[in-house]
């Protein structure tokens, strides 16, 4: 009987170290989370404040009468840059997913269960033949 407890609290205190070491992983994801977004809010200012600035360049060399602004070597550069913090925005929003897939994945990965007391098999049946008389003898290739 007393075995049956001692199993029980083992598996007890094995379900509780692990719930408590994926709560504090998820806790930790959780702030790496929150420092992304906080990162990809700061670059969306970085990214809009870009944009102004192209689209300052952009009327400025119209104004200068150039045809095609997007030639101009001051506005192809805020293109450029425009472009650059589109990118590592969109890198820490891929991040951030990356982290929430880590996240879900730890749930799944519950503790398998203690295996109760295992009861031995029954004693196999002795066969009627012996296995060697009905396997058939293998003939030589044909060459």
């Known amino acids: 009987m007393s075995a049956d407890y001692k199993n029980l609290a083992c598996k007890g205190l094995k379900g509780t170290c ?3 070491k994926t709560l504090a992983l998820n806790m930790m994801r959780r702030g790496l989370i929150l420092g992304r977004y906080t990162l990809a809010c700061w ?4 990214a809009n404040k870009a944009m102004r600035r192209l689209g300052e360049e952009f ?7 150039e045809t ?3 030639v101009v070597s001051a506005v192809s ?14 890198r ?24 109760a007391v295992e009861t ?8 009627a033949e012996p296995a060697e008389a009905t396997e058939k003898p293998e003939e030589p290739a044909a060459q």
């Open 77 to 90: 550069d805020a293109v450029n840059r425009a472009k650059d913090l589109k990118a590592v925005k969109a």
């Open 120 to 127: 031995p098999p029954p004693a196999p049946a002795e066969p």
């Open 68 to 70: 095609n602004p997007m």
């Open 18 to 20: 692990w719930y408590t």
């Open 92 to 115: 820490n929003y891929q991040a951030v997913a990356a982290i929430r897939d880590k996240m879900r994945a730890a749930w799944v990965k519950e503790p398998a269960p203690m295996p």
């Open 43 to 46: 670059q969306k200012q970085k």
């Open 59 to 65: 009327f400025q060399t119209l104004e200068q009468g």
